[in-house]
C-alpha cells in the first residue's frame, strides 16, 4: 500500500519576459501525492488542467501565475505575483527623441 502524502504546489517558468505574442512553458516541481494541477495564467484565460502545460500571452501586463496540485491527501497552491511580465514593443520614429 502506498502511502498519499499531502501535495505541496511548485513549478518553474521557462521564461518570464519577452514581448507579445510570448509563450512560456510552465513545468510542473510538485512533491507530494497528487493527481491533478489547475492552472490559472493571470490574463482571464480559462483554467487549464495537466503538468507542463504552455501558455502565449498576448497582451502587454504583469501576469500573476497560480498553481494548485490536488488529490485525495489533499490540496496546496502556490501563487507567483507578477512572474510573467510581457513588454511593449518600443516604436522608433527618426528625428523624435524620447523623454
Known amino acids: 500500500m502506498q502511502v498519499q502524502t499531502e501535495p505541496v504546489a511548485n513549478f518553474r517558468a521557462s521564461t518570464t519576459a519577452g514581448k507579445p505574442p510570448l509563450t512560456v512553458q510552465f513545468q510542473d516541481k510538485s512533491a507530494g501525492t497528487y493527481e491533478k494541477c ?58 523624435v527623441l524620447a523623454q
Request: hydrophobic share 35%; charged share 20%.
Open 38 to 95: 489547475t492552472w490559472d495564467f493571470g490574463d482571464g484565460a480559462p483554467a487549464e488542467e495537466g503538468e507542463s502545460p504552455t501558455h502565449t500571452y498576448r497582451h502587454v501586463g504583469r501576469f500573476t501565475v497560480t498553481m494548485t496540485a490536488s488529490g485525495a491527501a489533499g490540496s496546496d497552491t502556490i501563487v507567483k505575483k507578477d512572474l510573467v511580465v510581457v513588454e511593449p514593443y518600443l516604436s522608433y520614429v527618426p528625428g
